[in-house]
């Protein structure tokens, strides 16, 4: 699973007061979240299903074939919920006898015919009728929805998007579509018969085994996956796509694209072969499935799902040319869900509390890609923004990564789990050298191949491997919470020719770990590697012929901790001109952002930074200069100007022209007025700023060449003002993402929000369908992420009753459009019931 995250900073205060109000009310006794206890084991699970699009319905029929899992048992119980359950009987090779059962609270108890004994099988017949809109189980911050199966147009009436079924199972959603015992350490080979429209194709686990046309325009599909596998992992699509041909040695690898996406479907998923090459040598297990597809889904309730062979990802993976000339911004993702084959479906994790195992390495999957791919600065910079983000939300300091104490499974899901499990993993890999580490991973994936596991079996693979006890390093990281929050000091004695570094630790219990220090003697760093005890305080000698230049701590980036830091520019240029490693010149170049224009080191560092081989940093360079200094201008202008024209990086060439434009200076005309007919989104939109901001009068006949969709939401916020002040309206359903947070914006932003609250008044007031949807949906997205956030749901519900009121006024003004505003006044109610 990869997490939507809705990155508008403004979303930040809302988790900031989600998390204010739990600290307040958490002082109640938490349950241990305890294994499931296996009383049964699933072999085989055989489904035949078709659908009713009309009342949104799913007619099944299943064959269960289970057996008890050791002690003798003549009960079957199943999870089922909100389903009609037509029929029970034991099945003897085709031969039905009913069985008696008792269908309550979603839970599904069938009484055997018999006793049975450990691995005695027995196949049980159930037919029933799956409503997934009565399902009453909620959603959360990672998937924002929770009833298994979902249509999507079901009856076309919205003539914009396709008609779609996809499944989503995690956590434990899958009984909303099959009776089965929904806990991830039950696994079982399956098969399913899909009966669909002739126009649609399909898509499950494992490999399509048969297709037969039947009477009235229907086909009946039947996937076959004949190794075991979750029951969260299970998956159905069906849809009309284009299906794109790929494969990595014999395997087939499909792309179900959307028609329109489809002459871009290699640039979006083509990397995927080279990926699974890459991840099966550097595993040591070459990948273990059948086939590997991917497909997308309309209105998807997170991020991507790693179902296995069949990975569902989000509608926001497809892009077009515009939007991936500059990055594809969901490689990321495509990786993380491939590496889950391995890690997650190959080897579940035994329990939610131990989502570690299956998270935390497809999180780090996304830094092993970039590293291999497109170099360690790459993967060093997604790093550490993912740990920033951890770092910075104070509300998961004192959770354990490991943890059996959530109030819900939904909790797991967290930047703990992902963000910081991930860096945890790096610095793992930096403790026990490449060759362990990988050797410890692939000793696992063997160990616990098609099984469940735990934290604990990973340390004793790594243990096994490296000879290395590492209890110390799991007790911290995995069953303990937080991390090291740092300063330093120094001093030099100059007889001894010594300085004498001391690092602190300010959070409440002490850690160790090795921590690489850089000493800065006559302008050059010398690497120290040292070991800093679990004590408050550390302190350590190193030789130096006087008073050091510098000292730089963590000087590899490795450690996750929170450091302290104060230098000045002089020692911030010297740090970013010596340093190999990303983070140390990013640190330093970010170090100086109060000095810009006040200090000449600062000016002379973002020149370096200006060359840096890579593109993060000069882009942040960019982002950090005003060019209306004119001391900046002169030393800093013409390189400037060489990156807006001709930089190999299409961002670098749009984050150069937005600091060119800040000058409104009409001699770089040229250069705003190339970038508007630019293939890439990014270099045309801050063109098109660039210009208004220097002749406002052209916004008119530069209107048609705006195009945000799937722009980047730096991009959205730039073009924000251009869009409401202008009123143009072929961009309204796009800036709705904006406009939608517009009473949060406010608290972050507040000239900013008050443009979000005029665009959301533009909409409401306005006969736009889109825009509207685009809002409510919007609104969907993040009504997990708030939670019980009393004060963020209000806000919500006020604005949504506001926007309503303004749409029912419209209505009265505009009769002969009812049956248009009446949708959206239909989408607003319904947003509006969902925050209640």
């Known amino acids: 699973m990869k997490k939507a995250i809705l990155s508008i900073a403004i979303l930040g205060v809302m988790f900031t007061a989600h998390v204010s109000a739990q600290s307040e009310t958490s002082g109640r006794e938490k349950v241990y979240r305890a294994t499931h206890t296996k009383v049964t084991e699933l072999k085989h699970t055989k489904l035949k299903v078709n659908f009713d699009y009309q009342k949104e319905q799913m007619n099944g029929e299943e064959w269960l074939t289970a057996s008890p899992y050791f002690y003798p048992s003549n009960e079957l119980v199943l999870d089922a919920k909100s389903m009609l359950i037509h ?46 809109n009565e399902v009453k189980q909620q959603g959360s911050a990672a998937i924002n929805d929770a009833k298994g199966l979902y249509f999507i147009n079901a009856q076309g009436k919205e003539a914009d998007k396709p008609t779609q079924i996809w499944t989503q199972g995690e956590t434990e959603s899958s009984s909303a579509w099959f009776p089965t015992i929904d806990k991830p350490n039950q696994k079982t080979t399956q098969e399913i018969y899909m009966t669909v429209p002739d126009k649609y194709v399909t898509l499950s686990n494992g490999i399509l085994k048969d297709s037969q046309k039947e009477s009235n325009g229907l086909r009946t599909d039947h996937w076959v996956m004949d190794k075991r596998h979750a029951t969260y992992l299970f998956f159905m699509g069906v849809g009309e796509y284009a299906i794109v041909k790929d494969k990595w040695k014999n395997i087939p690898v499909d792309y179900y694209i959307e028609k329109e996406y489809e002459p871009y479907a290699k640039q979006i998923y083509g990397n995927t072969p080279e990926m699974i090459e890459f991840f099966s040598k550097k595993l040591g297990y070459d990948y273990p499935w059948a086939k ?24 926001d993976i497809l892009q077009k040319p515009g939007q991936l000339i500059d990055e594809n911004t969901w490689e990321d993702t495509i990786a993380h869900e491939l590496f889950h084959h391995w890690f997650g479906d190959l080897v579940t994790a035994e329990s939610w509390s131990n989502l570690t195992v299956n998270e935390s390495f497809a999180n780090y999957s996304e830094y092993l890609w970039n590293e291999y791919k497109y170099g360690k600065d790459q993967a060093d910079y997604h790093q550490m923004e993912d740990v920033n983000r951890y770092i910075h939300n104070s509300g998961d300091f004192k959770k354990n990564l490991v943890r059996f104490n959530y109030d819900s499974r939904e909790d797991v ?25 990988f050797a410890g991973m692939t000793d696992y994936l063997k160990t616990n191949e098609y099984q469940n596991a735990e934290a ?39 007889v001894k020719k010594q300085v004498l570094v001391t690092i602190n630790q300010s959070q409440d219990q002490p850690f160790e770990f090795p921590l690489a220090i850089d000493v800065y003697d006559n302008g050059k760093p010398k690497r120290y590697n040292v070991w800093v005890k679990a004590e408050a305080k550390n302190t350590f000698s190193f030789d130096a012929s006087k008073n050091p230049d510098l000292i730089n701590i963590n000087a590899d980036g490795i450690l996750l901790s929170d450091i302290t830091d104060t230098k000045t520019p002089e020692q911030y240029l010297m740090q970013f001109t010596n340093s190999k490693e990303f983070k140390s010149r990013y640190n330093a170049l970010n170090g100086i952002k109060d000095q810009v224009g006040k200090n000449t080191s600062a000016t002379k560092l973002l020149a370096a930074a200006l060359k840096d081989p890579y593109f993060r940093v000069r882009m942040k360079a960019l982002e950090l200069m005003d060019l209306t200094n004119p001391e900046q201008l002169k030393a800093l202008g013409a390189d400037v100007e060489k990156l807006a024209s001709n930089d190999p990086k299409t961002l670098v060439q749009a984050a150069a022209i937005s600091a060119l434009a800040k000058t409104k200076d009409k001699k770089y005309l040229p250069i705003f007025d190339k970038g508007v007919n630019a293939v890439s989104n990014s270099v045309k939109g801050k063109s098109l700023g660039a210009i208004i901001a220097i002749d406002p009068t052209r916004i008119n006949s530069l209107a048609e060449k705006i195009d945000l969709e799937g722009a980047s939401e730096d991009l959205l ?20 993402q904006i406009a939608a947070f517009y009473p949060f914006v406010k608290f972050q932003n507040p000239e900013l929000g008050k443009v979000a609250e005029e665009g959301f008044n533009w909409i409401m007031t306005s006969d736009n369908i889109k825009a509207t949807e685009s809002i409510t949906k919007m609104i969907g997205h993040i009504k997990g992420q708030i939670a019980d956030n009393p004060q963020a749901k209000m806000m919500i519900s006020q604005m949504l009753k506001d926007g309503l009121s303004k749409k029912m006024e419209l209505l009265k003004q505009n009769p002969q459009s009812a049956a248009s505003i009446n949708k959206q006044i239909d989408a607003l109610n319904k947003s509006i019931e969902d925050f209640k």
């Not at 251009?722 to 800036?735: L, P, Y």
């Open 413 to 437: 899901f967290d930047l703990v789990t992902y963000q910081k499990g991930g860096g945890i993993l790096h610095m793992l890999r930096n403790y026990l050298g490449d060759d362990a580490f």
């Open 456 to 494: 604990h079996q990973l340390r004793l693979s790594f243990e096994k491997v490296s000879g290395k006890d590492l209890n110390w390093f799991f007790n911290q990281w995995y069953f303990g919470s937080g991390n090291p929050k740092l300063n330093y000091s120094y001093t030099y004695e100059p």
């Open 292 to 315: 590997y597809a991917q497909i997308s889904g309309r209105d998807y309730v997170s991020g991507a799902m790693e179902n296995t062979t069949a990975t569902l990802h989000g509608s």
């Open 717 to 736: 916020i730039q073009l924000l003002p251009i869009v409401v002040k202008n009123k143009i309206t072929s961009q309204m359903a796009n800036i709705a």
């Open 87 to 132: 029929e029970v009987a034991l099945d003897n090779n085709g031969k039905k006898s009913p069985l008696q059962y008792e269908y309550k609270d979603d839970i599904l108890k069938i009484r055997l015919d018999k006793t049975y004994q450990r691995n005695q099988d027995y196949t049980v017949y159930i037919k029933y009728t799956s409503r997934p």
